[in-house]
């Protein structure tokens, strides 16, 4: 029989609509055929980056999907998982959702409040509710040094720069720091050995959503699985102050990937005219995996609140999309990029 197919996984941060990932893993954590050997993740990505190496430390792809089926239904406040096709048969559609909770009187105060008042207003009485979620994550599995290998990012306040937390780095608060967003809550303050003082940390989603260099170590394959959960592209433009602003995040949050996506492409095209030699820089290949159609029709509301129904509706997304992705492209993985970035930026 042959070896599984090492590949790299690069997830994205978006809040709520990490569910989407949660499918796409789900799916892929089924495949005999598919090995994930290293992992970078930001926010909602660094989480279901936690949740999977710690099931495959405790005990393989089904302890993996396992731990990812607690973290989503934690996250939704779920208690059976089994419910999952049940809600997604039985509720409405997703854009009537996301409509109707972004026009609820509970988010539009939180969205008021949060516009309006600094977290630092309310002092230590605000906290971000993933944190009861995070402790209970099994981190001497996550920061072992079986594979897969985890990288978690997170934007340093002072400087701007992305910093990437790995091995014994990765602890809640890293993990929560990855997810920070700072109109909702304070900045995550971690003590820092190489510059001797304590680091403010915010989202990772500003400066790496999700970094891909640290994907580019020798020992790790050459192909690189983007799960991509922000819209690269929306045909509409936005006109009201809520979708407006979810175009904003978008954009910022798209950005850096969009960045490193072109320097890989540049890379590329110097290994094959030559200009650069081969083996003398890694010829990276990238694959992706997203439903900008479903997301076209979320909002910033399902991305702040994690509704049941929405969770279960990313989750079905997310392993469908997979699913068509195994069905096309397993031949290509190891062999040759399946997302064209020239086209990309053409």
Known sequence: MASPKRINLALQGGGAHGAFTWGVLDRLLECPDIEIAGIS?????????????????????????????????????????????????????????AKLLEVSPAYKAFDMTSRMLSPYVFGEAIKNPLERIVR?????????????????GATNVRSGKIKVFSGDEIGPEAI????????????????????????????????????????????????????????????????????????????????????ELRA?????????????????MKQVLVHMIAD???????????????????????????RDRADAFLDAHLGDVNTRSTVDLRAMFA
């Open 41 to 97: 993740g930001t926010s909602a990505g660094a989480l279901n980056g936690a949740a999977l190496k710690a099931g495959m430390v405790q005990g393989g792809p089904e302890e993996a999907r396992a731990n990812l089926d607690w973290l989503w239904t934690e996250v939704g406040g779920i208690r059976d998982s089994s419910v999952n096709d049940w809600i997604v048969a039985s509720s409405p559609a997703a854009a009537v959702w």
């Open 264 to 280: 890989i492409d540049f890379v590329q095209r110097l290994i094959v005219d030559g200009t650069v030699p081969k083996g003398a």
């Open 292 to 318: 900008d159609d479903l997301m076209n029709t979320l909002n910033v509301a399902t991305k702040t609140i994690p509704t049941p129904v929405i969770l279960a509706k990313l989750k079905t997304a997310g």
């Open 176 to 259: 929560m720091a990855s997810a920070c967003l700072p109109t909702l809550f304070q900045a995550v303050e971690i003590d820092d050995p190489a510059t001797g003082r304590r680091e403010a940390y915010w989202d990772g989603g500003y400066s790496g959503n999700p970094a891909l260099f640290p994907l580019f170590e020798p020992d790790l394959p050459d192909d690189i699985l983007v799960v991509n959960i922000n819209p690269l592209y929306r045909d509409a433009v936005p006109d009201d102050v809520q979708s407006i602003q979810n175009r904003i995040n978008e954009i910022s949050f798209n950005s850096s990937l969009l960045r």
């Open 136 to 152: 209970h994550i099994r981190f001497e599995d996550v920061c072992s040094d079986a594979a897969p290998a985890l990288y978690i």
